[in-house]
């Protein structure tokens, strides 16, 4: 109701397909600055408590809202109209067989600018934390920005498992996955002189793989869940 949207047309996704770089405005209104950081906030509410399916889209909103404010409310509504026709979305939370295992899905979308970061941590089969967020350092390839990455997704797996230990709950090895042969290599300890340099940014990730606390597998595009955390995803007509 506040940005009246109540009776908009519904969209498919949360956002158009497009490159990682942001775009960038001149002579910036305060008033449009000030519109876009006002729904940038209702976003952020939502996005970080029940729907990480437009986590990606309001990382965007948030980082365009100062330097490219007009874009931002744009790429905001599409977001709004895809919330009306997905009002029925929810997390549910499920007893499964392995709710005691902690899966952490990792993902990059590479740009040569700064590429973006995609997190999401399962307890068995339900998500239970997420992230999406612009990486800190720029990455010279792909594998470098899968890396980054990498630990950034250790990190938020870290902060589940002490959560468990905090209750008293038994926590067991972490598994991660990863779409990227490469990053798993150097997340391994392994790779030549060209990648160790990349590799060193992860020496958390690889400590706790050589002391068996952290387990790395490849997982295939179609089932990687962090997928949808670094770019928007193709659908159906609008």
């Known amino acids: 109701k506040t940005w009246e949207m109540t009776n908009c047309k519904p969209a498919v996704t949360p956002g158009i397909p497009t490159t990682v770089e942001l775009p960038k405005e001149e002579n910036q209104d305060p008033e449009d600055v ?8 209702s976003l952020i509410w939502l996005s970080t408590r029940t729907r990480p399916d437009i986590t990606y889209a309001q990382s965007r909103i948030s980082s365009m809202m100062t330097k490219a404010p007009k874009t931002a ?3 905001a509504i599409r977001a709004l109209r895809y919330l009306q026709g997905t009002k029925h979305y ?5 007893s499964c067989s392995n709710a005691r295992d902690v899966i952490a899905f990792t993902d990059a979308n590479h740009s040569t600018n700064r590429s973006q970061s995609g997190a999401v941590i399962k307890l068995g089969e339900n998500v239970v934390t997420w992230r999406s967020m612009k990486q800190s350092e720029v990455s010279l390839s792909s594998a470098e920005s899968e890396v980054q990455a990498l630990a950034m997704t250790g990190v938020l797996a870290d902060y589940v498992s002490t959560l468990r ?6 926590t067991p090895v972490v598994e991660m996955r990863c779409d990227n042969t490469a990053a798993i290599v150097l997340a391994s300890g392994e790779g030549s002189w060209r990648t160790k340099a990349a590799a060193n940014k992860v020496n958390a990730i690889r400590e706790k793989v050589e002391h068996g606390k952290l387990r790395i597998s490849y997982v295939g595009t179609k089932d990687q869940c962090a997928d949808s955390l670094t770019k928007f995803l193709r659908g159906g007509p609008d």
């Open 34 to 41: 000030h519109r876009a950081q006002k729904i940038a906030g």
């Open 73 to 75: 409310v744009l790429e």
């Open 90 to 94: 929810a997390l549910s939370f499920k």
């Open 165 to 170: 230990e905090s209750l008293c709950l038994p």
